[in-house]
């Protein structure tokens, strides 16, 4: 019984472990950057919480049942990624690569995705969204259909805007920690901390 006991709590302890290498920042790393960090996965669990009831709509296929809590877990694991920009795993590889491991990570490997990732999230989600919902159309500019997520009123429609309307945030807080990440990484410098 104690082996089963010290098993589990090993893995307790390498989860713990693995937890706090994935979230303790890198020195150099602002106390307003980090949390700015934190937050982003938080800004989009809503909408990923959101849409899981529709997986269970009986007028879904197959396909789609499988597509909405894919689209959920992809959306909060490329929010996650915000984290790397002020993590260790955001500066050097982390050691289960192999031949890549512990070496350090082009500061352009982090920035231009994650510029590009700012650049459409900000477009899409603070920008087209906002402006096709005043408008009442999709953000391509076509006609909503009655039946669309937010079209009606009261409790369901308060429910879809509370929790997509977080998602205006997503873009510029990414833009935020690309920048602090490329002022750290420039020139092979760390950033003194601010707090």
Do not use: N
Request: glycine letters at 10%; a positive charge; proline letters at 8%.
């Amino acid at each position: 019984m104690s082996r089963s006991v010290t098993g589990s709590q090993s893995g307790v302890g390498r989860l713990r472990t693995a937890w706090k290498a994935a979230h303790e920042p890198v020195p150099g790393v602002s106390a307003r950057t980090r949390r700015l960090a934190y937050a982003v996965p938080l800004v989009v669990l809503p909408s990923s919480i959101w849409r899981l009831p529709a997986m269970f709509d009986s007028g879904m296929s197959a396909g789609e049942r499988l597509y909405v809590p894919m689209l959920s877990v992809v959306s909060e694991l490329l929010a996650f990624t915000g984290i790397g920009l002020v993590a260790r795993w955001g500066e050097a590889f982390p050691r289960w690569l192999p031949r890549l491991h512990d070496r350090r990570v082009p500061a352009w490997l982090a920035i231009v995705p994650a510029a590009v990732g700012a650049t459409v999230l900000t477009v899409v989600f603070s920008l087209l969204f906002p402006i096709a919902t005043l408008m009442g159309t999709t953000i391509r500019g076509d006609e909503l259909p009655p039946d669309a997520p937010g079209q009606g009123t009261g409790v369901a429609s308060l429910w879809f805007y509370s929790c997509y309307t977080p998602l205006v945030l997503w873009g510029p807080l990414l833009a935020v920690l690309t920048v602090a990440y490329w002022r750290r990484r420039r020139g092979g410098r760390v950033a003194a901390t601010a707090r």
